[in-house]
């Protein structure tokens, strides 16, 4: 079975701040993917990062960052210097086996003018 | 500019009626999906579709069936709708493999009273 947990189910930021979302993954497999995606209010869920389990590299994009422990079975995300545009519903996902993403419950993130 | 379209934004049925949600994408892709979205449980599998014709059960599919006659249209079906399906419905596509990122529709909102 496979589980993803994101504990943070809301949180407020002013703008400028760094913020970082968490990301805990649960499977037995040695293969999967990670996966990160935004819902803005739109409602529409778009890809933001994808990442295999045998790369543990962190990923940045500009004000994204991305911190993948295979340790501690997490996959944290941080926005720095955080901007109105960024609130939004943020999700994890992982893909272990088959074709079936597991989404995390989700982080409503505001951020605040 | 790929695209999962999906047939209504907003709809309020009554209980007990037979309710048809409608998806197409237009990427070629063989897997879809519906998903259902409810505050603090994330996004929920239904069902998904590997291949026409082809169905599997994901982690609620009670109360839902659905139907792929075509490769790019994918329909979700309230058998008789309950109030306790007024939810969001997601539904995404992808290609196969569990490293594809799944592109999903801009949901639809159903309210059943």
């Known amino acids: 079975a496979q589980k993803v947990t994101q504990a943070q189910t809301e949180i407020s930021v002013v703008e400028k701040e760094d913020v970082t979302l968490d990301c805990v993954y649960e499977?037995?497999?040695?293969?999967?993917?990670l996966f990160w995606y935004k819902q803005p209010p739109s409602g529409e869920l778009v890809f933001l990062i994808r990442?295999?389990?045998?790369?543990?590299q962190n990923e940045i994009s500009g004000r994204y960052s991305w911190n993948f422990q295979k340790s501690t079975s997490s996959f944290n995300f941080t926005i720095t210097a955080s901007q109105v545009v960024d609130s939004a519903v943020y999700f994890c996902?992982?893909?272990?086996?088959?074709?079936?993403?597991?989404f995390g419950g989700g982080t409503r993130l505001m951020v605040k003018p | 500019d790929v695209k999962v379209t999906q047939s209504s934004r907003y709809l309020v049925k009554r209980t007990g009626e037979k309710v048809f949600l409608e998806c197409v994408q237009d990427?070629?892709?063989?897997?879809m999906f519906w998903y259902r979205q409810d505050p603090g449980l994330g996004l929920r599998l239904i069902y998904f579709?590997?291949?026409?014709?082809?169905?599997e059960k994901g982690d609620i599919p009670e109360g839902y069936s659905v139907s792929r006659e075509k490769k790019e249209r994918f329909s979700l079906i309230l058998e008789s709708a309950s109030t306790n399906q007024t939810s969001m419905y997601l539904c995404?596509?992808?290609?196969?493999?569990?490293?594809?990122?799944?592109?999903f529709g801009q949901g639809t909102r159903l309210t059943v009273v």
């Open positions: 995404a596509s992808s290609l196969l493999g569990r490293s594809a990122e799944a592109f």
């Open positions: 499977t037995r497999d040695t293969t999967y993917y």
């Open positions: 990442r295999n389990s045998f790369d543990e």
């Open positions: 996902a992982l893909n272990n086996a088959g074709n079936m993403l597991t």
């Open positions: 990427m070629d892709h063989e897997n």
């Open positions: 579709s590997y291949d026409v014709k082809m169905k």
